[in-house]
């Protein structure tokens, strides 16, 4: 199978590059414990003519959400926190409102973990809406003086938009999830997640910030090649809105550590912490909290924006795998990164898969990743 499988997926690649669609990036996957795909492709810096390798670093953006969730979630076996814990009680000033009746709703760490708090996302937004006009970052862009308290604080004035549990939508919730811990354990977001999940994995390379030499250059998808992102690029995924992309956020220590999007780390420390979740958590969580994370916590709320999904806690969830189409089981909990990164945990077929890329949006969600996952199920069928 891994013969077959690597012929495949080497001509995947490879086509990607030749095609201009990606510049360089680290795949790999795991059958049952095993690895049975390994691969450094193409440029970390296309023009230094640095190869890129297995030990890159790259900006791991939304890849930084399921080591906050797993470390609420670390918090919640020790009963320090309820997954019913109130925003405020840790975070008092956490009040926003609903503009219908002005009414504070509760806002509880299940709401945040699931994305139904009623927040949103500035690139989400138009440009000229209240979270624009309130300077609220989304944990991409860069701003020297913001603290993650601040920016919280300018989030909380910002008006819901609904009700908790009433819909699904993707959201700064898992920032306001890293407050929360800040508050809780009265120590720095990157310390806890050091001390509850990189430290005792060994994930070296999986911190927040990171150096030049280390991290992979970010590109974009442009005509006709993938172009170098500049100190700053205002990219628009769909015609919803823009995301503000400063790459030096992930150099600078003055940068706030955001919980949704604000680590750095290379591919086989993210594959080993999949792994372990895989595994039912080993010695990093109880088999009940990683049942909760393959658990479709929102209903079908999510499947009008991503038709055969759910989701549980840390990603995604496939609840109809014919919609789906890829070949993955019922239940695979996966996500990605808007740097260019996909991931996926398929525990029925006990397949892990991580995609790290340098080239926007190419890795997370064009033909690439697609093409890698059909591809990993089309081989264990034959």
Known sequence: ???????????????????????????????????????????????????????????????????????????????????????????????????????????TLHHLLTHQA???????????SIYHRLGISDGIDYCPTLTLDENMRRLALAPLFYSPEEKWD??????????????????PLPNIIEKYITAPLGLESCRFWGTSDVLATPYYNADPMPKRMRIEEILSPDEKGAIIFSPRRA??????????????GNAPDILRFLEIIRLNGDS????????????????????????????GYGGSLIIDPQIVGTGQSKNTLQWGGVYGHRWFI????????????????????????????EAIYQHLDS
């Not at 405020?88 to 009040?95: D, E």
């Not at 993707?170 to 120590?187: F, K, T």
């Not at 995609?355 to 890698?372: C, D, K, R, S, V």
Request: charged share 20%; aromatic share 8%; glycine share 8%.
């Open 346 to 373: 398929d525990r029925q077929q006990s397949i892990t898969a991580v995609i790290l890329t340098n080239t926007t949006f190419e890795g997370m969600a064009g033909q690439l990743p697609q093409q890698i996952t």
């Open 251 to 264: 150099e600078e220590k003055t940068a706030y550590p955001s919980g949704g999007a604000g680590m750095v």
């Open 118 to 128: 009623g927040l949103s996302y500035g690139f989400a937004l138009p440009k000229d």
């Open 1 to 107: 199978m891994a013969t077959n499988l690597s012929e495949t997926l080497d001509k995947v690649i490879a086509q990607s590059l030749a095609n201009q669609r990606l510049v360089g990036g680290v795949i790999l996957i795991a059958h049952k414990g095993r690895l049975i795909y390994e691969k450094a492709v193409g440029w970390k810096d296309r023009e230094a003519q640095k190869a890129m390798h297995l030990e890159t670093a790259f900006r791991l953006s939304s890849v930084t959400k399921p080591f906050v969730t797993v470390a609420a979630l670390k918090l919640v076996e020790q009963g320090v926190i309820s997954l019913d814990t109130p925003v405020t009680r840790w975070l008092p000033y956490f009040k926003p409102t609903l503009p219908e009746t002005g009414e504070h709703p509760v806002i």
């Open 284 to 311: 990093l969580l109880k088999k009940s909290s990683v049942d909760r994370m393959f658990t479709n916590h929102v209903g079908a709320k999510m499947a009008s924006q991503k038709p055969g999904f759910g989701f």
């Open 170 to 187: 993707y959201s700064l919730a898992i920032d306001v999830v890293g407050a929360m811990l800040e508050n809780i354990c009265d120590r």
